[in-house]
Antibody, heavy 120, light 107 residues
Framework: QVQLQESGPGLVKPSGTLSLTCVVS?????????WSWVRQPPGKGLEWIGE???????NYNPSLKSRVTISVDKSNNQFSLKLSSVTAADTAVYYC?????????????WGQGTLVTVSS | DIQMTQSPSSLSASVGVRVTITCRAS??????LNWYQQKPGKAPKLLIY???SLQSGVPSRFSGSGSGTDFTLTISSLQPEDFATYYC?????????FGQGTKVEIK
């Protein structure tokens, strides 16, 4: 059973950089899947942030592309998100997730989510 | 970018009734459409992938249909545990945009 667990600061100052890590257990990050970040502002809908393959190939949401970096650490079976120049609008629950080719790139595994608040 | 529009935004229904939620893409996405269920404080759960394929472990009262630009999620007989918010998501090409969600409430 694949499990994903997000970790990182729950509070980030405006104009700072949000950094989160997702540890994958029960499966290899080098499998034929893409690894993704999705966020959800309080009381609002889901927003896909971007994805990474174990080779390092990435795709980002154009709305965030200038501020987002997703990286992979195969030796530790984890991947990470960095979002720069954050504002209050970036306050959200951030989920890491697995996109599986087996389910037409649906997201079949999700982390529990971590709330990140942008505030001084 | 392709936009995804769900309707209705919310609905109120009784246990046992048939419920239908619609998702429309601003251009064709073939059958690359997934449906998720999200309960408060929880991560979303994949229900349907590729428009009509039932994810493993999901009850058969859930079904999906459609292709191109118009898609439907149907719950054949609404159960108490089905009260939640439902999202569609395209996986045709990035960005993998979600619909705005449909909240299903108890009548």
């Amino acid at each position: 059973q694949v499990q994903l667990q997000e970790s990182g600061p729950g509070l980030v100052k405006p104009s700072g950089t949000l950094s989160l890590t997702c540890v994958v257990s029960g499966g290899s990050i080098s499998s034929s899947n893409w690894w993704s970040w999705v966020r959800q502002p309080p009381g609002k809908g889901l927003e896909w942030i971007g994805e990474i393959y174990h080779s390092g190939s990435t795709n980002y949401n154009p709305s965030l592309k200038s501020r987002v970096t997703i990286s992979v650490d195969k030796s530790n079976n984890q991947f990470s998100l960095k979002l720069s120049s954050v504002t209050a609008a970036d306050t959200a629950v951030y989920y890491c997730a697995r996109l599986s080719i087996a389910v037409a790139r649906g997201i079949d595994y999700w982390g529990q989510g971590t709330l990140v608040t942008v505030s001084s | 970018d392709i936009q995804m529009t769900q309707s209705p935004s919310s609905l109120s229904a009784s246990v046992g009734v048939r419920v239908t939620i619609t998702c429309r893409a601003s251009q064709s996405i073939s059958s690359y459409l997934n449906w998720y269920q999200q309960k408060p404080g929880k991560a979303p759960k994949l229900l349907i992938y590729a428009a009509s394929s039932l994810q493993s472990g999901v009850p058969s009262r859930f079904s999906g249909s459609g292709s191109g630009t118009d898609f439907t999620l149907t719950i054949s007989s609404l159960q108490p545990e089905d009260f939640a918010t439902y999202y569609c998501q395209k996986s045709y090409s990035t960005p993998y945009t979600f619909g705005q969600g449909t909240k299903v409430e108890i009548k």
